[in-house]
């Protein structure tokens, strides 16, 4: 088994271990993974909070569609943008820098939020452009760190729980978030939040302080995403299989929660669309996280494509709250069947060999370019449909068309999924 031209390790095709792995073979998690978790569930708590009502808040504002799409797209491009940038950085110097400046710029993004209130509208691009350097400057250091504390045998476990954790995020604090905003009434309900959620920000940013500064080695290769889709096929395919994913991601991100208020007119009812479908998603990402094996996986997948795709179909009778939600519970009850193998087998190729090892930095940028380009492409098809019809049947094709892509995500990853695939030359 090769990889990029390189041998794998000798230990049987094992992902290579050195200084980037867990010392557990039990599968389980060390105290470090577990604080990793915290820091990362206070920061999906702050975002849950309020980047559930960010679409909303601006759509109130501007009632324009258009913008919240320019808004996420701006977002999307600059936070891949600083991925590759701050890939130097984090593979340098000192990681854990760059993962406590995202979590302080996200903090400011909301601040700025605040304080413009209804103005934001006017400036939707320069806060995307905001929101993306915080979150490229946090992702690319928390998937370095991560993969540095976990290892093939407890990723999934990994993954599951962070899921678990992501999905009671997602479930309590827009509910609250929801409740909140309505029972103070607009501006003032939103000015409560945004102001929780950078307090949330700041302890997050003060437990990051306990995780160790990991070792620094090597040099930053600025045009290894380049080298990679001209030379290896194995990354030329997860590559595509990456975008294909962003593709969804990248419409149902802002697209989901505007149109649930959008059909209700009310906050709370948002809010309580999150609180049920995230409800879902943390008891089946606990069953999925323990479920799925290397020898399931790809099944698995299929499986959850398939479902999360079918369950887009009810909207095409009707998009009201009551099917909204079926929609909602449907996906996150089957969505983890695809994210978690789809998570965790990039991670595993990236730790295939001694050398792949040594260049994480570089095959976690190339992942997040990927998403990259798949939302990118996701948003364009989104704007481009606006301009020209302009009709709630039309969203539910739009919803379809993205909504089914995760089948070409599973169809490029069945050949990786098994734990010793066959990988071409």
């Given amino acids: 088994m090769v990889l990029n031209g390189q041998k794998a390790s000798a230990a049987g095709g094992r992902t290579f271990r050195s200084s980037v792995q867990i010392r557990n073979a039990s599968g389980g998690l060390d105290s470090q993974a577990v604080l990793l978790l915290v820091v990362q569930a206070l920061f999906g708590i702050g975002t849950a909070l309020s980047g559930t009502f960010v679409p909303v808040y601006l759509w109130k504002a501007s009632q324009s ?4 799409g320019l808004f996420a797209i701006t977002g999307y491009v600059t936070s891949g943008l600083t991925f590759w940038l701050a890939g130097k950085w984090v593979k340098e110097h000192n990681k854990m820098n760059s993962l406590r400046l995202g979590i302080v710029l996200s903090g400011a993004f909301y601040f700025l939020v605040l304080l ?5 509208k006017q400036y939707a691009l320069p806060l995307g452009v905001l ?3 915080g979150l490229g400057f946090y ?3 928390y998937n370095v760190v991560y993969f540095e504390i976990t290892e093939p045998s407890n990723r999934d476990r990994y993954n599951g729980y962070a899921g678990l954790m992501g999905a009671a995020a997602g479930m309590l604090a827009p509910w609250i978030s929801g409740l909140l905003i309505t029972s103070f009434g607009g501006e003032r309900g939103y000015t409560l939040i945004f102001t929780i959620s950078l ?4 302890i997050g940013a003060v437990f990051s302080f306990w995780l ?3 070792e620094s080695a090597g040099r930053y290769d600025w ?3 380049y080298t990679m889709l001209l030379q290896s096929p194995l990354w030329r395919r997860l590559f595509f299989a990456i975008t294909a994913q962003g593709v969804r991601e990248g419409v149902f ?3 989901i929660g505007l149109t649930v208020y959008t059909a209700t007119q009310n906050e709370s009812k948002l809010g309580s669309f999150a609180l049920i479908t995230s409800l879902v998603a943390l008891l089946s990402n606990w069953i999925a996280g323990r479920a799925l094996k290397p020898a399931n996986r790809g099944i698995g997948m299929l499986i959850g494509t398939v479902m999360v795709s079918a369950f887009i179909l009810p909207l095409f009778w009707k998009v009201n709250y009551g099917i909204m939600l079926l929609f909602g519970i449907g996906t996150a009850l089957f969505l983890p069947l695809y994210m978690i193998p789809m998570t965790t087998r990039v991670f595993d190729m990236i730790g295939l060999s001694e050398e792949s090892a040594k260049q994480r930095e570089e095959y976690i940028v190339l992942r997040e370019l990927a998403l990259t380009v798949g939302r990118s492409i996701g948003v364009i098809v989104y704007l481009i449909v606006l301009s020209v019809y302009h009709t709630p049947q039309t969203m539910v094709w739009l919803l379809f068309g993205v909504g089914t892509v995760p089948v070409l995500a599973w169809w490029l990853m069945r050949p990786l999924l098994p734990e010793h695939p066959r990988i071409l030359q």
Avoid: C, D, P
């Fill in 139 to 141: 992702w690319i250091a």
């Fill in 199 to 202: 307090v949330i920000f700041a």
């Fill in 131 to 133: 929101n993306g350097v």
């Fill in 223 to 225: 045009k290894h995403t």
């Fill in 116 to 120: 413009f209130g209804q103005e934001a």
């Fill in 253 to 255: 991100m802002f697209l």
């Fill in 212 to 214: 160790k500064k990991r």
């Fill in 65 to 68: 569609y258009s913008l919240i």
